[in-house]
């Protein structure tokens, strides 16, 4: 269990940045019921004795799928190729197995719980390579890669906190209510719901009134439907032939016990990560790896309030937690609001929302008073400690070396990734992809991007005030400003038309330290908006 905790962590913390692609663009990188064991007293077919010879005992989960195959054998060139690129990447079916290792058995339960065929088990694989914290240039997430759509229509919260299509057992129970309303709607034809799983049932429909009107097969192989769908369904195929007879591919498959690996644990109100892992005693990106919904560096506020734990943590983590005061389980601070200060600048600088300063001290406008103290909830932890947060993760990416000259941009009002791909002569994908984003994201005003540029051009910086000045005339310079007697943060923002939460960021600064006179700040500043600077 050590060895492969500590083997799962690594994966997870590297693959988070780091893919190969999939169908969608990802790039690589309740209670449970046992199958129904036969009467002793009932026949036996001679084909299930020969089944129980080849594969054994289901000890290894991998049997306990293959043996439940239900989806009719296939053959097509479009199998073959998928199953030429499998068989020549064994380190890809080593990395997904180790993945797969922690969520694979509840998947299995739910599918066999709900009268699924076992070959959908495989399917995080197609989708995601079962990496939790996958994210698609189509806007999907989690290893079930929901959109955001599909996500709320199945009940899939998601806010700054928490991301339910990340969340593996929230997704998985989507995603198994989703597959059988595809089924249903196309009379059981599993390779049309799958294919309208991954383009949507409206391209499926599309394409099979077209062929009906042609004359042609409705089947999934006969229609015309987009590139990624055509390879979609071929994968999972490939990868179920694949697994029925690893040794026919020259793929050795690595063992997944047939054996739970975790249980949901209601902790009934919002808790540090870093300290519910450390009442679990696992690694704080192990808990993450099993948790993968929570975006920052506690559970949400609102809920939902469970976590997921190995089994073999859960009994201790119950007493210590039943033994930790409800108080105890976030840190607090006051803060006491000072001249220029916004509910938004405070929760950029905490960390937190807004929504969470509003009620936990019952604000009910926008508008705040200097002087008064509020009360803050902050992180445990240096926030580095959260390696697998949405920030760290999204930082990690950003600071992966590539071709370019390196730029940083923040955003503005009126920025879109378009201007900002044209500016610099890079795709739009890429520009998304190296900010953990995807193109259709909205781009949030003060948000920091990491552009390689091609063409080396400096570029603006956010500007508190309105701005109108189109992004390509804009001209961006880098100064340097010595501290004179009596400036403040104040002053320099006004007198170089820049926010005071851009120098703090430029500058490395704590807000609470008193500027020294000659002391030197870097400035980033647009010389088109300057006047007598």
Not at 56 to 78: A, K, Q, V
Not at 184 to 193: I, N, P, S, T, V
Request: charged share 25%; proline share 5%.
């Amino acid at each position: 269990m050590t060895k492969f905790l500590l083997l799962f962590c690594l994966s997870v913390l590297a693959s988070s940045c780091a893919h190969m692609g999939t169908n969608k663009g990802i790039d690589d990188s309740a209670e449970t019921t046992r199958a129904e064991i036969p009467d002793a007293q009932e026949s036996i077919s001679e084909e299930t004795i020969e089944q129980a010879d080849l594969f054994g005992p289901e000890t290894d989960l991998w049997g306990r799928i293959r043996n439940r195959f239900s989806l009719s054998e296939m053959e097509h060139p479009r199998i073959d190729k998928q199953l030429a690129w499998y068989g020549r990447h064994q380190g890809y079916m080593d990395r997904v197995a180790e993945r797969a290792q922690p969520y694979m058995h509840f998947i299995v339960e739910m599918l066999e719980q709900e009268d699924i065929p076992s070959e959908l088990a495989l399917l995080p694989i197609v989708e995601s390579a079962f990496q939790p914290f996958a994210y698609s240039h189509g806007r999907a997430a989690g290893i079930w890669q929901f959109i955001p759509a599909t996500g709320r229509r199945y009940g899939l919260k998601q806010n700054w906190w928490y991301d339910g299509r990340r969340d593996v057992h929230a997704s998985t129970i989507a995603a198994v209510k989703f597959l059988k309303a595809l089924s249903r709607q196309f009379k059981g034809d599993w390779m049309l719901a799958l294919a309208a799983y991954n383009s949507g049932s409206g391209t499926v429909r599309k394409a099979i009134r077209k062929n009906k009107r042609l004359g042609k097969p409705t089947d999934f192989f006969s229609l015309q439907l987009p590139p990624e769908t055509r390879a979609y369904v071929p994968k999972l195929l490939a990868l179920k032939k694949i697994i029925a007879n690893p040794a026919a591919f020259d793929i050795t498959l690595k063992a997944i016990p047939n054996e739970s690996y975790f249980t949901l644990v209601d902790i009934k109100s919002q808790i540090d990560l870093a300290l519910a892992a450390e009442l679990a005693d696992i690694p704080i990106n192990h808990l993450y790896a099993l948790n993968p919904g929570h975006n920052r560096w506690s559970t949400p506020p609102n809920g939902p309030h469970y976590l997921l734990l190995p089994n073999e943590k859960v009994e201790a983590f119950q007493q210590k937690l039943a033994e930790l005061p409800n108080q105890q389980r976030i840190k607090w601070i006051r803060h006491k609001i000072k001249n220029g200060e916004t509910l938004s600048s405070i929760a950029m600088k905490y960390h937190t929302s807004i929504n969470v300063i509003k009620r936990v001290n019952r604000i009910r406008s926008k508008t705040i008073r200097a002087g008064r103290s509020i009360t803050i909830p902050v992180a445990s932890k240096s926030l580095h400690s959260y390696k697998l947060s949405a920030n760290q993760r999204r930082d990690k990416k950003q600071n992966i070396p590539r071709k370019g000259i390196k730029v940083t941009h923040i955003v503005r009002e009126g920025d879109t990734f378009w201007d900002l791909s044209r500016l610099h002569n890079v795709g739009v994908r890429q520009l998304a992809k190296w900010n953990s984003m995807a193109p259709r994201d909205p781009l949030v005003p003060g948000t920091k991007l990491i552009i390689w540029s091609r063409t080396g051009k400096q570029v603006s910086h956010n500007d508190p005030g309105n701005i109108t000045t189109p992004l390509h005339r804009r001209i961006m310079k880098r100064i340097g400003y010595r501290v004179r007697n009596g400036d403040s943060l104040a002053r320099i923002s006004q007198k170089f038309k820049v926010s005071v939460n851009q120098l703090l960021r430029w500058n490395k600064l704590n807000r609470e330290k008193v500027l020294r006179p000659g002391q030197s700040l870097t400035l980033f500043v647009d010389v088109t908006r300057q006047s007598g600077t």
